[in-house]
Structure formats: structure tokens, C-alpha cells
Nanobody, 123 residues
Framework: VQLQASGGGLVQAGGSLRLSCAAS????????MAWFRQAPGEEREFVAGISRSGVRIYNADFVKGRFTISRDNVKNTLYLIMESLKPEDTAVYYC?????????????????WGQGTLVTVSS
């Protein structure tokens, strides 16, 4: 099982990025997926999650309509489109998967993790 996150980079405040997470697992369509992030010196936190069917989505409060999570169960890929980025969004972003339909916000609920992709937002 492998999750490969990509798409991070340096962007100015107000800009946009699209993160991708490619999953080399046959069971991707049976897993709920999520994005977490960890800023320097901070604990890792939940950003957004999507059910295995893609019908249900849950966003952290700080997302406030700026980020959109989606998935393509044919391509085994998870996405996070981030708009109106702020310097406080600077962090390493991780994708994670868990067996089942439901979205969970806690790290320990997720079975597999990608290596992370760094997003840096300059002011």
C-alpha cells in the first residue's frame, strides 16, 4: 500500500494550488480519504475528508470554503484544491486512507499515510 502526495510548492498569499495523492492500492474505492497538515512546531491537524463514495465531505472550520477535496476512484487519486491561500496555510500536507465509508478527524483512525508535500505561502 502506497500513497504518493504531490503538488506542493511556493505560492504567494491569495494564490492557489492543487494537491494530488496517488494511491497504489486496489482498495482505494473502499477507503475513506483525508488530508491533514502539519505546520512547523505544531501538531498535525485534520484539513478535509471524503467518504469512499465521494458523497460526503467534511472540512475543518479554517477551510471556510477555500479548499475543495475530491477523489477519482477510477484513477485512484485524491485531490485538494486550495484557493485564497494564506501564510498560515504553510505546512506539510499529508494524505491518509482508512478502511470504510466514514470520515474521521482523528489521526489514529487512518491506516496509511503519504509522505507529505510542502506548501509554503508567502505574504
Amino acid at each position: 500500500v502506497q500513497l504518493q502526495a504531490s503538488g506542493g510548492g511556493l505560492v504567494q498569499a491569495g494564490g492557489s494550488l492543487r494537491l494530488s495523492c496517488a494511491a497504489s492500492i486496489r482498495t482505494f474505492s473502499r477507503d475513506a480519504m483525508a488530508w491533514f497538515r502539519q505546520a512547523p512546531g505544531e501538531e498535525r491537524e485534520f484539513v478535509a475528508g471524503i467518504s469512499r463514495s465521494g458523497v460526503r465531505i467534511y472540512n475543518a472550520d479554517f477551510v471556510k470554503g477555500r479548499f475543495t477535496i475530491s477523489r477519482d476512484n477510477v484513477k485512484n487519486t485524491l485531490y485538494l484544491i486550495m484557493e485564497s491561500l494564506k501564510p498560515e496555510d504553510t505546512a506539510v500536507y499529508y494524505c491518509a486512507s482508512r478502511d470504510g465509508e466514514s470520515i474521521r478527524r482523528a489521526e489514529h483512525e487512518y491506516d496509511f499515510w503519504g509522505q507529505g508535500t510542502l506548501v509554503t505561502v508567502s505574504s
